[in-house]
């Protein structure tokens, strides 16, 4: 489903990403992990086309997606729900909803689309005509992947979901991005540490320094693979 | 209390059309977070629309107004593709003021291309309806005081649904908000850029035909206006809408009352010390929010 072949890219002359190569099937549940700062979120906005690549071909169902607009990519069914939400703010839960919905493929079923997304997350009905500032914390990472569901996504791009959210609101999410993964989108996740997604991951990334430094089912993942990783890079 | 009265309802007008017009300001600011120094410039082309139509070729009113207000939307998008567009994204520059002064440039330039086409002398309009309405004692309202109120409060209440409701309207207002998830929703930027810039025109050129009956239309039409647009987009907080609807009734209100017991020669100067005086002391306006509290 995506296809990332050497895939180079940074800000400028700062080069985040080396020779990056990914695969995620289609219905599977994979894992993008490793230290904060080492690539994990720049990888996300180069698929997303909100930074370029510098080299590399990146391909999303048979087409290249190199080069081409957010839009574009969007409309194709890649979607990235970014890390901190980046709600808009001063708009209703209800219209930062329909903004997920925004490309005209989407908007037509916008109505159908809600509703299923107040059934999966019921607080956001509730909330519905609140501001999003409104919010809390867990309501908002609600409503940053409720939004990212309203469009025709195909492959869901989910960064660091878990990030400053109470353990049992944290379970609640990722149940969520189970089911999602089963019965609507493909998912690949971003995150700093396997321990929320131990038991759903069908296959984890390692990243270290803007590399793929190993790759594997869960099982394959021992807990030396990950200690080196850590224990070699923190402390500096 | 008869003048008191009087001088409230020509506030509250007033404020009607500094409401449209600034909102044209508040939009742009919000979306591409410049100042479109051109937006008076709009009302002025608007007015010159409307002038062709009607005096000139005996249309009714009211489609001047239409032709104003189409005419000035186009004007908008001319002014992005000549003076914005370009800027968009250009790292070695500095876009707020590049884009600020390069605006105030196009404005300058339509008002020296209107000058070459139709001459520096000032031309009368006349009003969308005759007439007066007697309220109570010496209190009247002239009709076109009315009809001015009711085509700014439409203008205000559809801008209000276009923006909640609609799919271009959401989308302009998330591009204000969070610029890169507009994007990650597949908003295509350039584009509302310019549809912003058209409706700012588009409010521009009706502020500028409901004007035209009491300023006459000619080509430095836009100055004044610019002016007051600023004066309530400072107050109200740079790129607030609802901000920039309360100055704006605000501004009307204190620019008719010193009109009206001080004189008429002290407004603008009452205006600009308000001015230095928001710059001093809240200088994010009444509804905008300090910069660290925005991120």
């Known amino acids: 489903m995506l ?40 990888l996300l906005r180069v ?66 689309r809600i509703r299923r997304v107040y059934e999966l997350f019921p607080r956001l009905e509730e909330r519905r005509t609140q501001q999003a500032r409104t919010l809390s914390g867990g309501e908002r990472r609600m409503l940053g992947i409720g939004r990212g569901l309203m469009s025709n996504a195909k492959l869901l791009m989910v960064d660091e979901p878990a990030l400053g959210l109470a353990p049992v609101l944290v379970q609640e999410v990722y149940a969520t991005l189970e089911r999602i993964s089963r019965s609507e989108a493909t998912v690949l996740l971003v995150e700093e540490t396997l321990a929320n997604a131990r038991g759903i991951a069908d296959y984890v990334y390692l990243m270290d320094t803007g590399r793929i430094v190993h790759e594997g089912t869960m099982a394959e993942f021992g807990a030396d693979v990950l200690h080196s990783t850590y224990l070699g890079n923190r402390g500096s | 209390m008869e003048t008191l009265v009087q001088a409230i309802i020509s506030g509250l007008v007033f404020g009607a059309i500094y409401a449209i017009m600034t909102m044209g300001l508040t939009l742009v600011y919000g979306c591409l977070r410049t100042l479109n120094m051109a937006q008076g410039a709009f009302g002025m082309v608007g007015g010159y629309a409307a002038w062709m139509l009607t005096t000139q070729a005996g249309a009714p009113p009211i489609a001047g107004l239409i032709a104003g207000a189409v005419a000035a939307a186009g004007i908008g998008i001319l002014t992005h ?38 001459g520096a002398r000032n031309k009368a309009i006349d009003p969308l309806v005759e007439g007066r309405l007697k309220i109570f004692g010496t209190v009247s309202v002239s009709w076109q005081q009315v009809a001015v109120a009711g085509v700014a409060l439409i203008c205000l209440g559809g801008l209000s649904l276009l923006l909640n409701r609609s799919r271009q309207g959401l989308s302009i207002m998330a591009v204000a908000q969070q610029f890169d998830a507009a994007r990650l929703m597949g908003v295509p930027a350039g584009r509302v850029y310019w549809v912003t810039m058209a409706l700012a025109g588009l409010l521009g050129g009706i502020a500028g035909v409901l004007l035209a009956p009491l300023y006459f ?33 605000v501004i009307g209100l204190i620019e008719a009352l ?38």
């Open chain 1, 3 to 42: 296809d990332v072949t050497g895939l180079s890219a940074g800000y400028g002359a700062a080069k985040v990403l080396h020779d990056v190569s990914l695969t995620v099937d289609e219905g599977k549940f994979v894992v993008l992990t490793g230290p904060n700062g080492h690539g994990k979120t720049t």
């Open chain 1, 47 to 112: 698929l997303s086309g909100l930074l370029p690549a510098d080299e590399g071909d990146m391909l999303f169902c048979d087409e290249r997606l190199n080069g081409r607009s957010t839009a574009a990519i969007v409309a194709r069914g890649l979607v990235h729900i970014p890390q901190g939400d980046l709600l808009f703010v001063d708009l209703t839960v209800e219209q930062n909803l329909f903004m997920g919905a925004y490309l005209s493929a989407a908007w037509r079923n916008r109505r159908e």
């Open chain 2, 81 to 118: 593709f000549i003076s914005i567009k370009p800027l968009v994204g250009r790292k070695d520059i500095d876009f707020e003021m590049t884009a600020y002064i390069s605006t105030l440039v196009v404005a300058i330039m339509f008002s020296a291309s209107i000058i070459l086409l139709f």
């Open chain 2, 217 to 249: 239309v000619s080509p430095s039409a836009g100055d004044l206006p610019i002016l007051k647009g600023l004066t309530v987009a400072i107050v109200a907080g740079l790129g607030s809408i609802r901000g920039t609807i309360y100055a704006a009734f």
């Open chain 2, 258 to 295: 010193v009109a009206t017991y001080v004189g008429s020669l002290w407004s603008l100067p009452v205006l600009f010390s308000l001015i230095v005086v928001f710059m001093i002391v809240r200088p994010y306006g009444l509804f905008g929010k300090p910069e660290e509290e925005r991120l």
